[in-house]
């Protein structure tokens, strides 16, 4: 008798220690999906937002160079579109912008390539680097 009742006891035990294991690894999967959730949101919102504001940079600067009339964009270097894509240009293309030209100003470029299709080849390859086309 004794051992019948402690048995049923046993058997008691393990049934609510189960429901405790069960309700605390349910807690448990709920909080990790609660941090989880909004974490992995805020990384894919980060690089939307990033690809936004480089696409909006280059078109700024495709724009900028599209208004100069004059192949080698006298004024380009000392405007703010300049600044912000300055970072990402190669080093040669800041070179061959930067330069001064004192031949340019005549109208006989040294250059073998003009101001503006360096701007507009480094748009280009920025474009293929940060995967935008």
């Known amino acids: 008798m004794v051992d ?20 605390v690894i349910g807690f448990l999967g709920g909080v990790v999906g609660s ?9 894919v919102e980060k690089r939307r937002r990033r690809q936004n504001r480089r ?19 006298p004024g380009f270097v000392n405007t ?3 600044s912000a894509i300055r970072p990402y240009l190669s080093p040669e293309a800041i070179e061959s912008l930067e330069t001064i030209d004192i031949i340019g100003n005549v109208g006989h470029p040294r250059r073998p390539m003009s101001h503006k299709r360096i701007v507009l080849d480094e748009v280009t390859r920025l474009e293929q680097e940060w995967k935008l086309i």
């Open 35 to 43: 941090v989880v959730a909004p974490w992995s949101h805020w990384g």
């Open 55 to 73: 696409r909006e940079l280059l078109k700024a600067v495709r724009e900028a160079t599209e208004q100069e009339k004059s192949d080698n964009l």
């Open 4 to 23: 019948s009742l402690l048995q049923a006891l046993g058997e008691a035990s393990q049934g609510w220690l189960g429901s405790v294991i069960t309700a």
């Open 80 to 82: 703010s579109t300049y």
